[in-house]
């Protein structure tokens, strides 16, 4: 059972406009939302994080919004940049017994077209 | 920064071989994790270990093994390999936060059995 879905295998979007990337989640116990950025033959790098006490949180061009009664979470991109094309993972976590592990979504193929 | 390496980029090894990755992490974190990446798979956790000796099946722990003998070492073991075992192979350390866990990758190993 996937705990953490992004239904949108890809997304296409032109250079200077808004990248909305989605996530849904299953768990209510997740408390804890991070975004990975990653581009082909390197590992994924950590974007921006968002705790279940806010829903909003902002890092320059990135912002990722949090919905718990939806549970939904979004990242903006503003502008969007051939640089920022990547794939996109979502992951959540949750503190359980003191033990956390992180669960990924499949991830979001981000391409910018220049 | 955090840091963590892998020891190899890319790999080639012949069905059957017994196969090591090794993933060495600098910043004295309990908790590492190993993944696969496969597209349209995302990213599948494989085996994890939050303490020297101490290692936990993940998700797909079938095929492999792990051994974690020092704190900043974490290895992961095809005990045979099998061409369904190609794969982007993503080593992970873990950080607790003041509100959650933020993983830190090696660069991956992209292996491949022929």
């Known amino acids: 059972d996937q705990q953490v879905k992004q239904n949108s295998p890809s997304l296409s979007v032109q250079e200077g406009r808004i990248s909305i990337l989605n996530c849904d989640y299953t768990n209510s116990m997740f408390d804890y939302f991070l975004w990975y950025k990653k581009y082909p033959a390197e590992g994924p790098t950590f974007l921006i994080s968002i705790s279940s006490i806010k829903d909003k949180n902002e890092d320059g061009r990135f912002t990722v919004f949090l919905n718990k009664s939806a549970k939904h979470l979004s990242l903006h991109i503003v502008p969007s940049q051939p640089g920022d094309s990547a794939v996109y993972f979502c992951?959540?976590?949750?503190?359980?017994?003191?033990?956390?592990?992180?669960?990924f979504g499949k991830g979001t193929k981000l391409t910018v077209n220049p | 920064d955090v840091k963590v390496t892998q020891s190899s980029r890319y790999l080639v090894k012949r069905t059957g071989e017994k196969v090591f990755l090794e993933c060495v992490q600098d910043m004295d974190h309990e908790n590492m994790f190993w993944y696969r990446q496969d597209p349209g798979l995302g990213l599948r956790l494989i085996y994890f270990s939050y303490d020297v000796k101490m290692k936990e099946k993940g998700d797909i722990p079938e095929g492999y093994s792990v051994s974690r003998e020092k704190k900043e070492r974490f290895s992961l073991i095809l005990e045979s390999a099998s061409t369904n075992q190609t794969s982007m192979y993503l080593c992970a350390s873990y950080r607790r936060r003041a509100f959650g866990t933020e993983a830190f990758f090696g660069q991956g190993t992209r292996l491949t059995v022929v």
């Open positions: 992951a959540a976590s949750a503190r359980q017994g003191g033990s956390e592990k992180l669960v």
